[in-house]
């Protein structure tokens, strides 16, 4: 079969040139790369999901089972019994609900065989940082409570990654041993802590169940967008290459 014909009479073949195929290449095995990544980002989050979906629902076990349990068990939904240390309260900053800037209540919680859990009471918009505002919600006595076992640390990339100041009381992420000085408290656990429940506190604040058990998944979005770049990238190169044959 012969090569086609340009309006001219001439005959086109494809001759690729050396700097757009060293710039083409490597470009497009990026691309590649990153579709790949981003698919692999997706089985990664659905597992995610389901886990977090199906451990927030299940009956509370024994914080202990929890705690013993080789690697943790994140998420799974425990009930211990205690009280409140209200005048420990930590609060981190930079949270937001339903588009509303607040920050969260970090209580530590006294149980009933005399070490403390860090508790996640839930959100307060920022008017309601001062616990004499909430004054209802600063339930005392003993309690019995629910909520999903979290693991502390800094979730984000590390050059990122903001500092806690203790000294204003100002935390962006969990730092057990920094919030267990800065509470002047000798047995806090620090190895997790709990998202309380969403079961309404007197007075509305704070609000419960923050944990985040949907998560937004738009990965796949993420793939096909890269794999489109990389198959659009290649027809451009072939046909800038698609020259008439001057021989």
Same mark, same amino acid.
């Given at each position: 079969?012969?090569? +086609?014909?340009? %309006?001219?009479?001439?005959?086109? =073949? ?11 290449? %490597?470009?497009? !095995? ?24 199906? =451990?927030?629902?299940? +009956? ?45 209540? !970090?209580? /530590?919680?006294?149980?009933?065989? @005399? ?9 307060? %918009?920022?008017?309601?940082?001062? +616990?004499?505002? =909430? ?17 502390? @640390? ?43 429940? +969403?079961?309404?506190?007197?007075? @509305?604040? /704070? ?35 698609? =020259?008439?044959?001057?021989?």
């Amino acid at each position: 079969m012969s090569a +086609p014909e340009t %309006p001219l009479g001439g005959k086109r =073949r494809f001759k690729p040139t050396f700097w757009a195929t060293v710039a083409t290449i %490597p470009a497009m !095995i990026i691309m590649l790369g990153l579709g790949t990544w981003q698919v692999q980002r997706l089985e990664w989050k659905r597992d995610q999901i389901e886990l977090r979906q199906e =451990r927030s629902v299940a +009956p509370a076990v024994s914080l202990d089972s929890v705690l013993d349990a080789p690697g943790g068990k994140e998420f799974f939904n425990v009930g211990v019994t205690g009280r409140f240390l209200h005048d420990k309260e930590l609060y981190l900053a930079a949270r937001s609900s339903n588009g509303n800037v607040g920050q969260q209540i !970090i209580t /530590p919680f006294e149980m009933t065989d @005399g070490r403390v859990l860090l508790v996640n009471r839930g959100w307060v %918009p920022s008017e309601k940082r001062d +616990p004499a505002t =909430r004054s209802e919600g600063q339930i005392e006595g003993e309690q019995e409570i629910e909520g999903l076992v979290r693991f502390g @640390g800094w979730k984000g990339y590390d050059f990122i990654r903001p500092d806690n100041d203790p000294v204003k009381n100002f935390w962006f992420y969990v730092d057990f041993e920094a919030m267990a000085a800065a509470s002047g408290l000798d047995n806090v656990i620090q190895t997790a802590y709990l998202d309380a429940g +969403p079961k309404a506190n007197p007075g @509305g604040f /704070p609000i419960g169940g923050q944990t985040r058990v949907k998560l937004r998944n738009d990965h796949f979005e993420y793939a096909v967008t890269w794999y489109a770049l990389a198959l659009i990238l290649a027809v451009i190169y072939f046909v800038y290459h698609y =020259r008439p044959d001057e021989d």
